[in-house]
């Protein structure tokens, strides 16, 4: 009996859990269908933010209704002041006609500054499970009157504070709020929107609250430290790491917008780990399909003493462009540079379709001659891009200009960094001060180790813009000149910010940011190829003759290029060396350039030894073996030699003389001089070295005849030196060896006395 009884109160008893069960269910509210959620925003212009906010509407299929474009913006500059009333005024003349819609919900966000992180399914879920009518989005920061921090309601965890960027609510309720406007649309929105929450009878019966734990709204302004990217497969999160929140709605309110444009280079699908990027190819300009291609203007800046001039010229003249279509506009702010500009305007004043040059003389700062270059393309109707460039920076990919047209934006760099550095032409993110930091993918985008086209607030040394952009949005004249910023510095940040310029007969500085136009011009960089280096300016000593060939430690690429032989490097690849003689190899090192550069580097100094026995400069005073010679260490090139001889011989002896391993040090290092009237030949010595090297720096039967070197011990004779050859020979013991006489003209060589 009493197990019949017990069985009867559990079977009542699931009975009872069965219908509270069922009860409970019934009660749950069914999901709200996202046809029923309209997103409303305010947007005057067309700009790049409010087409990155569309494209993120655009992916979660959200249903956008625009309001106030074409108006005239009055609401303020609202990232630095108060305003934004006209915002306000917008939407209550939107609300009118919705207001009778008891189920329809409305999500009003701003677009300049903002970007969707998720869909409307999503949004609409969490704003049932808030159980109010009308959520506000919350921050940790109060604005814009401090006095007002009080009379908020008290909240135990979380954000307390009223954020105007995004409100979601029943579109009846709404409506209740925004017909309660009565201001000017300068007035400030928020301050507006706080009232009405502070106000305890009407946050009541309006059923308001706050987005306390960024379930939906995440702004950025003071919560830069709580937020981290969330990567998926398909899509990238926004991660509130406080809250462990996933927002949906991501808003770059006042001095966080570079953060966001951070986060929209990621935020939804613009850029993931599987696949790539993914808007890189969206609006591109197919050059081929162009009836002809857009006139450029070219604007070269040379603001320092710069290394290989001659070079950056030649890279420019072999970009892969149209040259009937470019225009070169010159600024030159060094007197020592003036040689090289004059050679180069000789050679191809009639290459290009014009070419203006700015010299030293016109006293010109460097913001003022940049905003000469830029003033040159805005007032050209037939000016489609203007392409800035800086004298240090090397441009090793031809296709450079074609590639940044074809990505077609508004104004976008190639990337080139410094060689074997991090330094490079662009900031991934600002300090408070409006300084350089370093974004978290910084590193990663200078590595290509992300790949794409990346929205950053700084950016300088070299960039494209379009002739629309300069004569729409960027038409004030000055960009380049603004308080004590450099200018790459004040362009960027005029280009990004508000216009900061009066012009004659505007409004007072009083009223000016009331009505002063909102540019927010993204600015991108491109890394989806490799496009150059930028070059080391520092330490350029321009008191040589030849200065660049001083160039090894700083810029040691652009040294490679210019001084080492274009064969070089098939001596590991194909062997491509010889062996005349048992034990001597040749071997191609240095370029036809360097050849002529250390003989005229050689003669500028002209103190030629005199082939005489009393040498002071060497230990001991006296040489036996004396050649009519200039020592590197008299020209002050002892250390890029040895430097040469480590990278450049070094492994040369290795792979010829394979096991010996060579310190590449050398006391005896220089150039001879044989003529028949002063030294002619040299008689059968050893050298004073493991090894010893004989680089030949100019032509046979061209600028000499005669000369060359035999061996005794063989009995073999090299008589046809290549200019910019090698020989490489034992020094002691089984090598002795003459120079045989020079019969006319003047042969130089470099010699090195190896590991002595």
């Known amino acids: 009996m009493e197990y019949l009884g017990f069985c009867l109160v559990l079977s009542c008893c699931m009975k ?66 108060i305003g934004g009333g006209q915002k306000v005024r917008l939407l209550k003349e939107a609300m009118e006609s919705l207001a009778h819609q ?87 929105d928020q301050l507006f929107y706080t009232k009405i929450y502070l106000d305890v009878l009407k946050r009541e019966s309006l059923n308001m609250t706050l987005d306390h734990k960024c379930q939906i709204f995440q702004n950025l302004n003071g919560a830069v430290d709580e937020v981290l990217l969330k990567f998926g497969t398909d899509r990238v999160r926004v991660r509130n790491t406080v809250y462990n929140s996933l927002p949906v709605v991501v808003h770059g309110n006042r001095n966080s917008k570079l953060y966001l444009n951070y986060l929209g280079n990621y935020v939804p699908n613009a850029w993931n780990y599987e696949h790539g990027c993914s808007h890189c190819d969206d609006d591109l300009l197919d050059l081929s399909q162009l009836h002809e291609y857009p006139e450029v203007l070219l604007g070269v800046f040379i603001e320092q003493p710069t290394p290989f001039l001659p070079e950056f010229f030649h890279r420019l003249l072999t970009l892969d462009y149209p040259k009937d279509k470019l225009k070169l506009f010159v600024h030159n702010n060094e007197v020592y540079h003036e040689k090289h500009i004059q050679r180069f305007w000789e050679e191809n004043r009639d290459v290009f379709k014009s070419f203006k040059v700015v010299g030293p003389e016109e006293n010109l700062s460097q913001g003022e001659a940049r905003n000469m270059g830029m003033d040159l393309c805005r007032k050209d109707a037939t000016c489609d891009y203007y392409f800035s460039i800086d004298s240090d920076v090397m441009l090793t990919n031809r296709q450079t200009l074609k590639l940044l047209i074809e990505q077609n934006r508004k104004i976008i760099g190639p990337l080139v960094t410094r060689h074997g550095k991090l330094w490079s032409n662009f900031w991934g993110a600002l300090s408070l001060d409006g300084y350089y930091a370093r974004s978290e993918d910084y590193v990663d985008i200078v590595q290509r180790k992300r790949v794409g086209v990346w929205n950053i607030p700084y950016m300088a040394h070299v960039y494209l813009i379009k002739g629309t952009i300069l004569r729409n949005e960027l038409k004030e004249r000055n960009h380049f000149v603004l308080e004590k910023l450099d200018p790459d510095m004040a362009l960027c940040r005029n280009s990004r910010e508000m216009t900061s310029h009066r012009e004659k007969d505007s409004p007072s500085p009083e ?76 071997f191609p090192v240095f370029s036809e350039k360097a050849c002529d550069e250390i003989v005229e580097e050689m003669e500028h100094y002209g103190l030629w030894s005199g082939g005489r026995h009393e040498d002071k400069r060497i230990a001991g005073g006296y040489e036996t073996v004396p050649t009519d010679d200039i020592h590197m260490k008299q020209i002050g090139f002892d250390k890029e030699w040895l430097h040469f001889l480590r990278e450049y011989i070094s492994p040369v002896t290795l792979k010829v003389f394979s096991g010996y391993f060579t310190k590449a040090y050398a006391v005896m290092n220089f150039v001879v001089k044989y003529t028949p009237h002063r030294q002619a030949f040299l008689r059968p010595h050893h050298d004073s070295s493991t090894f010893t090297i004989n680089i030949a720096l100019n032509n046979k039967n061209t600028d000499f005849q005669g000369g060359g070197c035999r061996f005794h011990r063989y009995n073999c004779s090299i008589e046809s030196p290549r200019k910019g050859w090698s020989f490489m020979h034992p020094g002691r013991l089984t090598h002795l060896h003459e120079g045989l006489p020079t019969t006319n003209g003047t042969r130089y060589i470099a010699v090195s006395f190896i590991d002595p």
């Open 511 to 586: 009223s000016f940011h009331m009505l002063r136009s909102l540019k927010g011009v993204f600015m991108y960089i491109t890394n989806r190829h490799d496009f150059g280096r930028i070059i080391s300016t520092a330490n350029y000593n321009i008191s040589r003759y030849n200065n660049d060939l001083w160039q090894i430690f700083e810029n040691p690429v652009d040294w490679k290029e210019k001084y080492i032989h274009p064969n070089y490097t098939r001596i590991f690849t194909e062997n491509h060396l010889e062996e005349p003689c048992p034990d001597v190899f040749w």
């Open 102 to 188: 008891d189920d329809l919900i409305v999500l009003f966000v701003d677009s300049y500054d903002l970007i969707f992180a998720g869909g409307p399914e999503e949004i609409l879920r969490k704003f049932q499970q808030a159980n109010h009518k009308v959520l506000f989005a919350a921050e940790g920061l109060i604005w814009p009157d401090k006095r007002l921090a009080d009379k908020y309601p008290s909240v135990q965890s979380g954000k307390r504070y009223l954020n105007s960027g995004g409100i979601i609510g029943y579109s009846p309720y709404v409506n209740r709020i925004v017909s309660q406007w009565d201001l000017h649309d300068n007035d400030d």
């Open 16 to 81: 009872f859990g069965s219908s509270v069960l069922s009860s409970d269910a019934s009660q749950a509210p069914a999901p709200i269908p996202k046809e029923k959620l309209l997103v409303l925003t305010v947007a005057t212009e067309e700009t790049d933010g409010f087409h990155r906010f569309m494209q993120t509407a655009n992916y979660f299929n959200y249903t956008v209704k625009v309001l106030g474009m074409g108006e005239t913006w009055k609401g303020g500059d609202v990232s630095r002041s």
